[in-house]
């Protein structure tokens, strides 16, 4: 029988996010007493436990009072979030509508590391479908909808992420010569759009070009995915990548990104 998810809390770790959360509205700011007290937790363990998300910047005190109050790292995780979400919102219509266009399903990813997270999809109505990438963490390398956005990175700092996560070989087809890739993404860099050739699975094909934000920085690529049998390389490379980067552009624009006109 399955274990219940409960069945493998650590309790340490479930203590520090119920100090997190006892931070609401009306209580910003808590002393090691007060916490005890609400938490129904002895002092030194409350105290244990606020020095320690001090230390990685959850919380901070007050030198004065010697209260605690949320720090700067929980704004920049919900700054993350919210960002993330409302990328998702402002590319779904653009994802329905390029997966009716193309009848292919059609995804949202975002870079994080050397992996690609698919944030949202709109699934094809055939019955020959791909298997669903939807809150998946695939190698970017291997994907239209990581490179789509590898290639908009500087260069050293792909030079990093290849050092740090090695380029692994997933199928026959992919690229895991790091030279050979510095060429991949100089291509996708020039076409703006990504192609991907049975590199992540045997028998897949996507295609994926950058969405851009208000400030022209690459935040997430949207791309279909199919078989090949379906999407042949010639459909892939002309008919499928056209109508990929004018939806990439369409939720571009939504994020407050201008295209500057050529001279």
Same mark, same amino acid.
């Given at each position: 029988?399955?274990?219940?998810? $409960? ?43 606020? #020095? ?53 399903? $059609? ?5 994080? %590391? ?25 190698? #970017? ?9 590898? $290639? ?49 699975? #045997? ?16 935040? %997430?690529?949207? %791309? ?16 499928? $990548? ?5 939806? #990439? ?15």
């Amino acid at each position: 029988m399955k274990k219940a998810k $409960a069945d493998y809390l650590i309790q340490s770790v479930s203590r520090a996010l119920d100090i997190l959360e006892a931070f609401v509205l009306g209580q910003e700011e808590l002393g090691v007493t007060e916490l005890s007290r609400k938490l129904k937790l002895h002092k030194n363990n409350v105290f244990r436990l606020l #020095a320690t998300l001090e230390t990685r910047g959850w919380v901070e005190q007050d030198r004065e009072s010697g209260t605690y109050r949320l720090g700067i790292k929980t704004f920049e995780v919900a700054s993350v979030f919210l960002h993330h979400l409302g990328l998702v919102n402002q590319a779904h219509a653009g994802l329905e509508q390029l997966a009716l266009e193309t009848g292919e399903t $059609a995804y949202l990813g975002v870079l994080e %590391g050397g992996a690609v997270v698919c944030l949202d999809m709109v699934e094809t109505t055939r019955a020959v479908r791909v298997v669903s990438y939807l809150g998946r963490r695939l190698p #970017a390398h291997a994907t239209a909808l990581g490179k789509a956005q590898l $290639a908009h990175r500087p260069q050293e700092e792909v030079e990093r992420l290849f050092k740090d996560h090695e380029p692994v070989t997933l199928t026959p087809r992919t690229l895991t010569d790091t030279v050979r890739l510095a060429d991949e993404l100089a291509r996708v860099a020039a076409q703006d759009v990504a192609v991907e050739d049975e590199e992540l699975d #045997a028998g897949v094909r996507a295609v994926a070009a950058p969405v851009r934000d208000y400030a022209r920085r690459v935040v %997430g690529a949207v %791309g279909v995915v199919g078989p090949t049998v379906r999407l042949p390389l010639d459909r892939l490379e002309g008919e499928l $990548a056209t109508r990929v980067r004018v939806a #990439a552009q369409q939720v571009s624009k939504r994020l407050g990104y201008a295209v500057t006109p050529a001279p």
